[in-house]
C-alpha cells in the first residue's frame, strides 16, 4: 500500500505536467486529477511512516550502491505531504487567476508548476546524492522558466539573475557530491553516513555542498536573487517559489549536517550559518518593513523566515556539546515545524497578493486603502497568515517560533534568543502595516477601480484561505505531526 | 616505465578540472555580459566533470575504469544542455525585448 503510494507521489505530478504540456486544453482537468491523486498519495504515505515506521524502496529492485534507493522517514513523508497540500492549494487558485490573463500566462504555468512539483517530491525522498543533484536542478529549471512567464524585460532579467545564482550553486554542490563519492565511494546518504570518513576531501566537500545549497536556499548574503525572482514573478508562482522550492535547499542541507556528516560539523561553522541566519532574519526583517510594493515585501519577509531555519545548526552544536536530548528533539521538531508553518503561510500570503493586486489594480502597499471591503476573505487570510508569520497563537508559527525560543534559553544561546524575538516585533510591523492601509476607508489618492475586480472568480480567495486555516490547525493539533517527524528522526531512539 | 607511474593521472586531470571551475567561477561572477556567463558556466561544468572523471581513473580496476563517474558525468551533460538551452532562450528573448543582454551588478529587486 505504502509503496503504491510512493509511486503515485514521485509519478503523478511529472506525468501531469508533461501532459499538461502536450494537452493543454485539458490542462484544467489534470491539475485537478494530480491534485487528488497525490493529496490522497501523501496522506497514504503519511500514514504508513505513521503506523509502520521508516519505508525504504529501492528503484527497480537495484539495491543502493549501484540503484537508487528511496527513503521515507517522518520528515520526507510531513515534507511531501506540504508539497502536496500547499500545491493543491496554489492549483486551485491559479485555476481561477490565470482566467483573467495573460492571456498565454496559464498555458505555460501548468506545466512547469506540475514538474516543479514533481521534483520537490523527487528530492524529499530520493537517498541518492548525486540524483538529489538532478531533482534540484530539474526544480530549479521549471522555476526558472515560471519566473520568465511574464516575459517582459523585468521578468526576464530577475530569471536570468536566479539561473545564474542558482546554476553556481548547483555546481558546487555537484562538485561536492564528487568529493564525498571519490572519498567514500558511495553515493547513497545512509551509506555515507555509515562510512565514517574523515579527513580535509569530506570537509570540503561538505563545506562546497553547503555553500552551493545556501544559494538555493537564499540565505543571507547569497539571497540577492530572490527579491527580484519571486517578486515579479506571477503570484501562483511566487507563493510556489517561496513556500516549497527554497525548502528544498534547506532539506538537504538538513539532512547532510544532521544525519550524513555530523562527526564533520564543527561548531564554529554551525555558528557561522547560525550568525547568517541572525543576519538574514534581521536584514530581512528591516527591508520588509520599508518595501513600498506588497510583493516585494512579502519577498524579503521570505529571506527574515529562511533565516529561522538556520538558527536550529548552532543550536544542534550546542547540544552536542552541552548535552540534553530533549532539548534536541525540540530543535529537530522546531525546524521541521518552522518549514511546515512558513511554508502554509507564506503561500497564503503571496496569493492574497495576488487578489489585492486585482482588485485595487495596484502593488503598492500604501494603495491598498479600502481593500478590506473589496476583498473581505483575502485581508481574513492575510490577517490570519500574518498572525502565524509573526508567531502569535494559535498558529504553526507560534509553536514552531516558541520550539526554537525555548531550546534556545534552555542552551543559554541569548544572542539567538534576541534575534527571533526582534524579528518577531518587525514581523508584526509589516504584517500589520499592511492590514492597516487595507482597513482605512478614506483614499488617500483617488484611482479608478481596476477592471479585473468583477471577474475575479468567487472560489480564488478561499484557496488561499483553506493554507490560512491550516496554519492555524497546525498550532492546535501539533501532536500528531510530531509523531509523524519522530519516525526516523536522527536522536528520537529509533534507529532507521 | 608508463606515464601513470610518472604523473599520476587522475591527479593531472583533477588538477586542470579544478583550475577550469576557477576560471569559470571568476568569469561567472565578474563578467555582465549574458553570453560569457552562460559559457564561464560550461567552463565550470566541464571543470566540475573532469574532476569526476579523475576519480574514475583513480578507481580503475584492472585497467577498466569505474563505471559509476561515468554515469554522473553523462547525467550531468544532459542536465547542464537543457540548462543553458534555457538560459540561451532567455537572453535571446531579452535580447528582442530591450536590444542588449547585459545583468547589471546591484540591481536586485527587479526595477530595471
Same mark, same amino acid.
Given at each position: 500500500?505504502?509503496?503504491?503510494?510512493?509511486?503515485?507521489?514521485?509519478?503523478?505530478?511529472?506525468?501531469?505536467?508533461?501532459?499538461?504540456?502536450?494537452?493543454?486544453?485539458?490542462?484544467?482537468?489534470?491539475?485537478?486529477?494530480?491534485?487528488?491523486?497525490?493529496?490522497?498519495?501523501?496522506?497514504?504515505?503519511?500514514?504508513?511512516?505513521?503506523?509502520?515506521?521508516?519505508?525504504?524502496?529501492?528503484?527497480?529492485?537495484?539495491?543502493?550502491? $549501484? &540503484?537508487?534507493? /528511496?527513503?521515507?522517514?517522518?520528515?520526507? #513523508?510531513?515534507?511531501? %505531504? +506540504?508539497? *502536496?497540500?500547499?500545491? @493543491? =492549494?496554489?492549483?486551485?487558485?491559479?485555476?481561477?487567476?490565470?482566467?483573467?490573463?495573460?492571456?498565454?500566462?496559464?498555458?505555460?504555468?501548468?506545466?512547469?508548476?506540475?514538474?516543479?512539483?514533481?521534483?520537490?517530491?523527487?528530492?524529499?525522498?530520493?537517498?541518492?546524492?548525486?540524483?538529489?543533484?538532478?531533482?534540484?536542478?530539474?526544480?530549479?529549471?521549471?522555476?526558472?522558466?515560471?519566473?520568465?512567464?511574464?516575459?517582459?524585460?523585468?521578468?526576464?532579467?530577475?530569471?536570468?539573475?536566479?539561473?545564474?545564482?542558482?546554476?553556481?550553486?548547483?555546481?558546487?554542490?555537484? $562538485? &561536492?557530491?564528487? /568529493?564525498?563519492?571519490?572519498?567514500?565511494? #558511495?553515493?547513497?546518504? %545512509? +551509506?555515507? *553516513?555509515?562510512?565514517? @570518513? =574523515?579527513?580535509?576531501?569530506?570537509?570540503?566537500?561538505?563545506?562546497?555542498?553547503?555553500?552551493?545549497?545556501?544559494?538555493?536556499?537564499?540565505?543571507?548574503?547569497?539571497?540577492?536573487?530572490?527579491?527580484?525572482?519571486?517578486?515579479?514573478?506571477?503570484?501562483?508562482?511566487?507563493?510556489?517559489?517561496?513556500?516549497?522550492?527554497?525548502?528544498?535547499?534547506?532539506?538537504?542541507?538538513?539532512?547532510?549536517?544532521?544525519?550524513?556528516?555530523?562527526?564533520?560539523?564543527?561548531?564554529?561553522?554551525?555558528?557561522?550559518?547560525?550568525?547568517?541566519?541572525?543576519?538574514?532574519?534581521?536584514?530581512?526583517?528591516?527591508?520588509?518593513?520599508?518595501?513600498?510594493?506588497?510583493?516585494?515585501?512579502?519577498?524579503?519577509?521570505?529571506?527574515?523566515?529562511? =533565516?529561522?531555519?538556520?538558527l536550529?545548526?548552532?543550536?544542534?552544536?550546542?547540544?552536542?556539546?552541552?548535552?540534553?536530548?530533549?532539548?534536541?528533539?525540540?530543535?529537530?521538531?522546531?525546524?521541521?515545524?518552522?518549514?511546515?508553518?512558513?511554508?502554509?503561510?507564506?503561500?497564503?500570503?503571496?496569493?492574497?497578493?495576488?487578489?489585492?493586486?486585482?482588485?485595487?489594480?495596484?502593488?503598492?502597499?500604501?494603495?491598498?486603502?479600502?481593500?478590506?471591503?473589496?476583498?473581505?476573505?483575502?485581508?481574513?487570510?492575510?490577517?490570519?497568515?500574518?498572525?502565524?508569520?509573526?508567531?502569535?497563537?494559535?498558529?504553526?508559527?507560534?509553536?514552531?517560533?516558541?520550539?526554537l525560543l525555548t531550546s534556545s534559553i534552555a542552551l543559554a544561546q541569548w544572542f539567538y534568543v534576541f534575534v527571533i524575538l526582534v524579528?518577531?516585533?518587525?514581523?508584526?510591523?509589516?504584517?500589520?502595516?499592511?492590514?492597516?492601509?487595507?482597513?482605512?476607508?478614506?483614499?488617500?489618492?483617488?484611482?479608478?477601480?481596476?477592471?479585473?475586480?468583477?471577474?475575479?472568480?468567487?472560489?480564488?480567495?478561499?484557496?488561499?484561505?483553506?493554507?490560512?486555516?491550516?496554519?492555524?490547525?497546525?498550532?492546535?493539533?501539533?501532536?500528531?505531526?510530531?509523531?509523524?517527524?519522530?519516525?526516523?528522526?536522527?536522536?528520537?531512539?529509533?534507529?532507521? | 616505465?608508463?606515464?601513470?607511474?610518472?604523473?599520476?593521472?587522475?591527479?593531472?586531470?583533477?588538477?586542470?578540472?579544478?583550475?577550469?571551475?576557477?576560471?569559470?567561477?571568476?568569469?561567472?561572477?565578474?563578467?555582465?555580459?549574458?553570453?560569457?556567463?552562460?559559457?564561464?558556466?560550461?567552463?565550470?561544468?566541464?571543470?566540475?566533470?573532469?574532476?569526476?572523471?579523475?576519480?574514475?581513473?583513480?578507481?580503475?580496476?584492472?585497467?577498466?575504469?569505474?563505471?559509476?563517474?561515468?554515469?554522473?558525468?553523462?547525467?550531468?551533460?544532459?542536465?547542464?544542455?537543457?540548462?543553458?538551452?534555457?538560459?540561451?532562450?532567455?537572453?535571446?528573448?531579452?535580447?528582442?525585448?530591450?536590444?542588449?543582454?547585459?545583468?547589471?551588478?546591484?540591481?536586485?529587486?527587479?526595477?530595471?
Amino acid at each position: 500500500m505504502t509503496s503504491e503510494a510512493l509511486v503515485i507521489v514521485l509519478l503523478a505530478p511529472l506525468l501531469g505536467g508533461v501532459l499538461a504540456f502536450v494537452l493543454p486544453s485539458r490542462a484544467g482537468a489534470l491539475v485537478a486529477a494530480t491534485s487528488v491523486a497525490s493529496v490522497g498519495a501523501a496522506i497514504l504515505l503519511a500514514f504508513g511512516v505513521y503506523t509502520a515506521g521508516v519505508q525504504r524502496h529501492a528503484l527497480s529492485g537495484w539495491p543502493a550502491p $549501484l &540503484g537508487i534507493g /528511496l527513503y521515507v522517514d517522518g520528515v520526507a #513523508a510531513t515534507m511531501v %505531504l +506540504l508539497a *502536496a497540500s500547499v500545491c @493543491a =492549494g496554489i492549483g486551485a487558485y491559479a485555476g481561477g487567476y490565470f482566467r483573467l490573463g495573460p492571456a498565454n500566462g496559464a498555458r505555460g504555468f501548468w506545466p512547469l508548476f506540475l514538474l516543479t512539483w514533481g521534483a520537490l517530491n523527487a528530492t524529499f525522498l530520493v537517498a541518492d546524492l548525486f540524483t538529489l543533484y538532478v531533482c534540484l536542478e530539474l526544480g530549479m529549471i521549471t522555476a526558472v522558466a515560471s519566473v520568465a512567464l511574464q516575459s517582459d524585460a523585468r521578468a526576464l532579467k530577475a530569471s536570468m539573475r536566479y539561473l545564474m545564482a542558482a546554476l553556481m550553486g548547483s555546481l558546487a554542490y555537484l $562538485l &561536492g557530491v564528487a /568529493l564525498v563519492y571519490g572519498s567514500t565511494g #558511495a553515493l547513497d546518504w %545512509l +551509506l555515507v *553516513a555509515a562510512r565514517p @570518513a =574523515g579527513g580535509s576531501a569530506v570537509t570540503v566537500a561538505l563545506s562546497l555542498m553547503t555553500v552551493g545549497l545556501l544559494v538555493k536556499a537564499a540565505l543571507f548574503p547569497l539571497h540577492f536573487w530572490l527579491p527580484g525572482a519571486h517578486s515579479i514573478a506571477p503570484p501562483p508562482v511566487s507563493a510556489l517559489l517561496s513556500a516549497l522550492v527554497v525548502k528544498g535547499a534547506f532539506y538537504i542541507l538538513l539532512r547532510l549536517w544532521v544525519q550524513v556528516f555530523p562527526e564533520v560539523v564543527v561548531p564554529a561553522a554551525a555558528h557561522v550559518l547560525g550568525a547568517l541566519g541572525s543576519g538574514a532574519v534581521l536584514w530581512g526583517s528591516f527591508q520588509a518593513v520599508f518595501q513600498e510594493r506588497l510583493k516585494l515585501m512579502i519577498a524579503y519577509s521570505t529571506i527574515a523566515q529562511i =533565516g529561522y531555519l538556520f538558527l536550529v545548526f548552532p543550536l544542534f552544536a550546542a547540544v552536542a556539546r552541552q548535552g540534553g536530548r530533549a532539548v534536541q528533539d525540540e530543535v529537530w521538531h522546531a525546524a521541521i515545524y518552522f518549514v511546515v508553518a512558513h511554508a502554509l503561510a507564506k503561500a497564503a500570503l503571496f496569493l492574497v497578493a495576488g487578489i489585492y493586486q486585482k482588485v485595487i489594480g495596484s502593488d503598492e502597499i500604501q494603495e491598498l486603502v479600502g481593500a478590506a471591503a473589496k476583498a473581505p476573505i483575502a485581508t481574513l487570510t492575510w490577517g490570519l497568515a500574518g498572525a502565524s508569520l509573526i508567531g502569535l497563537p494559535p498558529s504553526g508559527g507560534f509553536l514552531a517560533k516558541w520550539l526554537l525560543l525555548t531550546s534556545s534559553i534552555a542552551l543559554a544561546q541569548w544572542f539567538y534568543v534576541f534575534v527571533i524575538l526582534v524579528g518577531g516585533l518587525l514581523a508584526s510591523i509589516y504584517v500589520f502595516r499592511v492590514l492597516w492601509f487595507a482597513f482605512s476607508t478614506e483614499p488617500l489618492t483617488a484611482h479608478p477601480p481596476a477592471p479585473d475586480a468583477a471577474r475575479l472568480p468567487r472560489a480564488v480567495p478561499f484557496a488561499g484561505l483553506a493554507l490560512a486555516i491550516a496554519v492555524v490547525i497546525l498550532g492546535l493539533r501539533a501532536t500528531e505531526l510530531f509523531t509523524l517527524m519522530d519516525r526516523g528522526a536522527p536522536f528520537a531512539g529509533e534507529t532507521p | 616505465m608508463t606515464l601513470e607511474a610518472d604523473v599520476p593521472v587522475h591527479l593531472f586531470y583533477g588538477l586542470v578540472g579544478a583550475t577550469l571551475v576557477a576560471m569559470g567561477f571568476v568569469a561567472l561572477v565578474t563578467k555582465q555580459h549574458v553570453f560569457r556567463k552562460i559559457l564561464a558556466w560550461n567552463a565550470m561544468g566541464s571543470g566540475v566533470f573532469v574532476i569526476v572523471g579523475s576519480f574514475a581513473i583513480r578507481n580503475a580496476d584492472h585497467g577498466a575504469a569505474d563505471a559509476l563517474p561515468q554515469a554522473i558525468v553523462i547525467t550531468g551533460i544532459v542536465v547542464s544542455v537543457s540548462a543553458t538551452a534555457l538560459a540561451l532562450a532567455i537572453a535571446r528573448r531579452l535580447h528582442r525585448l530591450t536590444g542588449d543582454v547585459l545583468l547589471e551588478a546591484g540591481d536586485d529587486k527587479g526595477t530595471a
